[in-house]
Structures are given as C-alpha cells and as structure tokens.
C-alpha cells in the first residue's frame, strides 16, 4: 500500500525538505513513517517484553493482568517498580497488600516513592494515624495516592478538623471511610450538614454520625433531604440520636433492599405495625443481612420454640451473634430447663443481652451448687464458637 502512490503516473512529485517535529508531519513521506513506525514498535515491544514477566514473576500479577498493566505503565529495567515494593514492605504492607494497591493502580509503578507516596504517608502519621491505620487507609482505598496532597487530601481533611474541631476525630472519620478524601465535600458534606441543622438535628450527633458514618453524607443533597423527611415522617425526633441512626439506616440502601428485608421480616408473621415497631426501637434492624434476619429469627421459632412476635419489641437480640454469645448462652438455659432450674418463660434480654459478667452471675455462679459442671459446659460452647472462627481464617 505504501508504494502505491510512487508506482502511480502523476507530474513529479514536489515537496519541501522542512521537516516539523510532529510525528503527523511524517505522513507526506510514506518511507520515513514506515521507519518511525517500525522503531517506535521495536521500542514498545522490548519494553513490553521485559514489563509482562516482571510483573507476573516479581508483583503477583495474572498474566492477563499484567498485559493489561503494560498498557499503562512500562518499563525496562525493574528498578522502578522494585523500589515501589520495597516502599511499601519499609511502612508495614504485605506483599499481597502491595499487590492489591499496583494492581488498582498500577501507575504507582512509575512513581518515585520518595517525591510522591512518603509525603501522604507522613502526613496521616503527623495526624494520629499508626501504621496499621495507614495500611488499612491505604488498602482500602488506593487511589488517595494519585490524588495531590496539597490540592486534595489536606484540603478534605481540613474541612474534618475545622467541623470537628479536633485532629483525633478527624482521622477517625477517615478511618471509617477513607474514600471521604476523594469526594467533593462542598457539594456532599457540607449541604447534608446543612440539610440536618435545618430540622434541628443536635450538632453532637451530627458529629457522631460524621466521624463513624461519614459514608452516611455520600448521596446527593435533594436525595438527603428525601431521607430527612421520611425519617421524620415515620416519628422519629431530630433532637434524639435515633434520628441520625435511622437516617444512616435508610442512607446505606437502595428502595428494593429495604422492601426485600421487609418481606423477610413479614415471612416470620411481622406485620406492618411490628417492623415499624422494631425499626423504632434499633433502626439497625433493618440494616443486618437477608441472611443473619433469617438465621436468627430460625434460632427463636425452631431451635428455642419462642414466637417470632416477641422479637419484635426487642429487635437489638437479632443483632447478635449467634456463634459467640446466642448458642453458648441457651446451652446453659437448656441445662437449667431440664433439671427445672428455671422457669421456661425465662427473660430473653437477660439471657442474650446482659454481659459477660451479669449473665455468668445469674446464669451459671447462682447454681454452682446444683449445676458444678455448668461453668464447664458453657465454656466449651464458647471455645468451640472460637474454633469455628479459626477455621473460617
């Protein structure tokens, strides 16, 4: 195709020899973008060459992974990325923690770790925050190391600090939720926090909301507002701290989730009236997984034999954990219902929700007596619970 136009019968062909240090110059002499072409080519080759293998032998990169990463960033010698490794190894990550950061952002490859990743770092530890923090900020969310310092991430931790009025809660919001760097904190956080001092929400629990939720700020500000006035709809009072916990509640889900974990609830016999009741009193009921309403709501009907309606008016027991503390604790009830210990209309919120302390005082230490082997039971219940978490590790 390239010769054609010279085999072509045409007048002699005039040209000038000022060559214009633009690549697309080049077109107006076939012969010498065919070299340009076939040099750039031999180039990207050999550092693609070398960029694919080192990545797969020495980064834990897929092979697929790897050829996709070659497009990004390419390199001939490994000095670059081996110092990007070495970087992070030197503050506390895993190689497989490093792997996860260059594979979500591979570009750090091509950074000097000293010029544009140790001043983040230093900054979150000027701030409070300990290795393990960074770690977990930075795994978490790998793109805060592309973002600028100056530009971006101190500016959005500023705005923490200067609301919260302290260095300490500022870190813990970014802790909670470190993406909170990346966003516009103008368009989200600051209108939502205007949108909740307009119906009075307490600035302490603002703050509290903020620094554990801050995700919860996230959604557009007319989205927000919608979320306010269902809350308040339903009766919750912005002076009480239920309000912003219902508000994060109806925050962290899509319309369908909240409709599907209703039904859930209705397939145990709730009726409207009750899930209202519940939501209530631990808006966080609403907020646990498909899975865990229906595990433990099983554990009440048909392991314990209760009606699914008295969970209603104490939603905080679905909440915990049936492995840890619910099992153990009704092995013990079950030991004291068979020697007629105790009466079977037995209290559920001093069974599962009293701690540690009150439970063994009343449960286990009041019938040492008539029940010595109590203490051993319900201990072996407790260290089996542990043993399955080790598995699952």
């Not at 989200?188 to 909301?209: C, D, F, G, H, W």
């Not at 397939?267 to 309403?293: H, N, T, V, Y």
Request: charged share 25%.
């Amino acid at each position: 195709m390239v010769m054609v136009g010279f085999l072509r019968r045409s007048p002699p062909l005039q040209v000038s020899f000022t060559l214009s240090s633009s690549s697309s110059k080049l077109q107006h002499f076939p012969f010498l973008h065919f070299c340009f072409f076939c040099t750039a080519s031999s180039s990207s080759s050999k550092q693609h060459s070398f960029t694919v293998p080192h990545l797969v032998n020495s980064c834990g990169f897929s092979h697929q992974e790897a050829l996709s990463t070659s497009k990004i960033v390419h390199f001939e010698t490994p000095e670059k990325p081996d110092s990007v490794f070495a970087f992070f190894s030197g503050h506390g990550f895993s190689e497989s923690q490093t792997s996860k950061i260059v594979r979500t952002q591979p570009q750090l490859l091509g950074f000097n770790p000293e010029k544009s990743l140790l001043p983040k770092l230093q900054f979150f530890y000027s701030k409070g925050a300990s290795k393990s923090d960074v770690v977990r900020i930075l795994v978490s969310t790998p793109a805060i190391l592309k973002r600028s310092l100056e530009n971006q991430i101190i500016p959005s931790f500023n705005f923490f600090k200067d609301f919260f009025q302290s260095e300490e809660m500022a870190i813990d919001a970014v802790k909670h939720f470190p993406r909170v760097l990346l966003f516009d904190l103008g368009t989200y956080v600051e209108s939502n926090i205007k949108a909740m001092q307009e119906v009075e929400v307490p600035r302490s629990n603002i703050a509290t909301l903020l620094r554990l939720q801050p995700r919860a700020f996230m959604v557009r500000p007319d989205k927000f507002k919608e979320i306010l006035e269902e809350v308040k709809e339903m009766g919750f009072e912005p002076s009480k701290f239920k309000f912003v916990q219902a508000v994060h509640a109806m925050r962290a889900m899509s319309k369908s989730t909240w409709k599907r974990k209703i039904e859930v609830y209705k397939q145990w016999g709730w009726s409207e009236d009750e899930i209202r009741l519940a939501f209530s009193k631990s808006p966080c009921c609403m907020m646990l997984s498909e899975d865990k309403i229906m595990a433990t709501m099983d554990f009440f009907f048909n392991k314990m034999g209760k009606k699914s309606s008295l969970i209603a008016p104490r939603p905080l027991l679905l909440s915990l954990s049936l492995e840890k503390r619910m099992i153990p604790r009704y092995s013990v009830v079950q030991f004291l219902l068979s020697k007629g210990l105790i009466d079977k209309d037995f209290s559920l919120t001093a069974v599962f929700q009293s701690t540690e302390k009150k439970f063994l005082q009343k449960f286990v230490n009041a019938y040492k007596e008539e029940a010595p082997q109590l203490l051993n039971l319900y201990q072996k219940k407790v260290g089996d619970s542990k043993n399955q978490d080790c598995l699952r590790e």
